[in-house]
Antibody, heavy 115, light 110 residues
Framework: EVQLLESGGGLVQPGGSLRLSCAASGFTLRNYAMSWVRQAPGKGLDWVSAITASGDGTYYADSVKGRFTISRDSSKNTLYLQMNSLRAEDTALYYC????????WGQGTPVTVSS | QSLLTQPPSVSAAPGQKVTISCSGSSSNIGNNYVSWYQQLPGTAPKVLIYEDNKRPSGIPGRFSGSKSGTSATLGITGLQTGDEADYYCGAWDSSLSAYVFGTGTKVTVL
């Protein structure tokens, strides 16, 4: 059974940093493109970033470009999202997603940016 | 502001059909595949349709997708109470080099 388990969320002050992790089981992360998608409370889905299966292509939403970095560690079968210079508007539930047609999603890890 | 526009809500009685539109542009829907996602209350999104009109295994044939020009449509037939959820379209945007989601549509079964 495929499982994606996000972790690393929490409460952080504006300007602070967090690193989110997405550990995969039953699923070889390096074989698929992977994405981070967030959802602010009561709001719609907001795509954040993606990395290609080969790992040589990374993409970011304009709202996070220059602040967030997506990466993966194939030896740990884990996807990461390094988030720096966090803002209140980054507050959301962060999901990782991937697969042939992004059919696999985790349950999300909450990030709250507040003083 | 999302580049893909959906109606905020649609509703119908059990057993009836609903359609959800998703309007975009040539940089997204017009030249890239569309996916549709279902998000039941309190759960993670699930892919219902990919590559405009294909269903992943396990998704019932009551769900269908189509596309024409810069618009896409999700159809749900034989509406069930369990279909009450938020539905989102999504597509890659070649101009932005970014994926974009629609504004979302809440489906209510009357």
């Amino acid at each position: 059974e495929v499982q994606l388990l996000e972790s690393g969320g929490g409460l952080v002050q504006p300007g602070g940093s967090l690193r989110l992790s997405c550990a995969a089981s039953g699923f070889t992360l390096r074989n698929y493109a992977m994405s981070w998608v967030r959802q602010a409370p009561g709001k719609g889905l907001d795509w954040v970033s993606a990395i290609t299966a080969s790992g040589d292509g990374t993409y970011y939403a304009d709202s996070v470009k220059g602040r967030f970095t997506i990466s993966r560690d194939s030896s740990k079968n884990t996807l990461y999202l390094q988030m720096n210079s966090l803002r209140a508007e980054d507050t959301a539930l962060y999901y990782c997603a991937g697969g042939t047609v992004s059919e696999h999603w985790g349950q999300g890890t909450p990030v709250t940016v507040s003083s | 502001q999302s580049l893909l526009t959906q109606p905020p809500s649609v509703s119908a009685a059990p057993g009836q059909k609903v359609t959800i539109s998703c309007s975009g542009s040539s940089s997204n829907i017009g030249n890239n595949y569309v996916s549709w996602y279902q998000q039941l209350p309190g759960t993670a999104p699930k892919v219902l349709i990919y590559e405009d009109n294909k269903r992943p295994s396990g998704i019932p044939g009551r769900f269908s997708g189509s596309k024409s020009g810069t618009s896409a449509t999700l159809g749900i037939t034989g509406l069930q109470t369990g279909d009450e959820a938020d539905y989102y379209c999504g597509a890659w945007d070649s101009s932005l080099s970014a994926y974009v989601f629609g504004t979302g549509t809440k489906v209510t079964v009357l």
